[in-house]
T-cell receptor
Framework: DARVTQTPRHKVTEMGQEVTMRCQPI?????VFWYRQTMMQGLELLAY????????DSGMPKDRFSAEMPDATLATLKIQPSEPRDSAVYFC?????????????FGDGTRLSIL | RKEVEQDPGPFNVPEGATVAFNCTYS??????FFWYRQDCRKEPKLLMS???SGNEDGRFTAQLNRASQYISLLIRDSKLSDSATYLC???????????????FGQGTTLQVKP
């Protein structure tokens, strides 16, 4: 089965450091989504792309977060500088813009801890 | 008000019980509806889509009431392996058309006990 691949699976770093998370979407999918999940807020949509073009990043703190899709096989989410409140699980998902009967598939997530 | 609201639970039920989860959504133009399941420390996975006429998949039945903007999931004869968090998910329609964006509820936690 095709899967969304995320790296790294775990990341522990000190506040102020740059963090880069990577995602390889399922081949053929034309949408890519970045989510953040915490106990308090649940699953929040940070940003998403359609055909590699950013569509909406209103869920993302602009001053420190950035999301890019340099090619169809790679999406990145960067945090610079990182803060302890960024500690969460970050999921990437890919799918189609017409979701009926073709829903999103999630990667395993990156568990991020900022000390 | 959140776009998708669910009772967080937890629901603690014995094996074999029937349990129902409810969800409401605020965007009346929403197109598609789903239930996802998320196990502890795992990624969300699609459980089933929800169709206007209601649909069943084994022990699971999903219902949609567009007039009330309400979605439900019924689990019959619950198993220990059904213990998980169930996420109500809505695909809203915005001005730019359908972009595949999904809005997730907070999730309802189910614990099935022997």
């Amino acid at each position: 089965d095709a899967r969304v691949t995320q790296t790294p699976r775990h990341k522990v770093t000190e506040m102020g450091q740059e963090v880069t998370m990577r995602c390889q979407p399922i081949l053929g999918h034309n949408t890519v989504f970045w989510y953040r999940q915490t106990m308090m807020q649940g699953l929040e949509l940070l940003a998403y792309f359609r055909n590699r073009a950013p569509l909406d990043d209103s869920g993302m703190p602009k001053d420190r977060f950035s999301a890019e899709m340099p090619d169809a096989t790679l999406a990145t989410l960067k945090i610079q500088p990182s803060e302890p409140r960024d500690s969460a699980v970050y999921f990437c998902a890919s799918g189609f813009d017409s979701v009926q009967s073709r829903p999103q598939h999630f990667g395993d997530g990156t568990r991020l801890s900022i000390l | 008000r959140k776009e998708v609201e669910q009772d967080p639970g937890p629901f603690n039920v014995p094996e074999g019980a029937t349990v129902a989860f409810n969800c409401t959504y605020s965007n009346s133009a929403s197109q598609s509806f789903f239930w996802y399941r998320q196990d502890c420390r795992k990624e969300p996975k699609l459980l089933m889509s929800v169709y206007s006429s209601g649909n069943e998949d084994g022990r699971f039945t999903a219902q949609l009431n567009r007039a009330s903007q309400y979605i439900s999931l019924l689990i019959r004869d619950s198993k220990l392996s059904d213990s998980a968090t169930y996420l109500c998910v809505v695909n809203p329609l915005h001005g730019s058309g359908n972009t595949g964006k999904l809005i997730f509820g907070q999730g309802t936690t189910l614990q099935v006990k022997p």
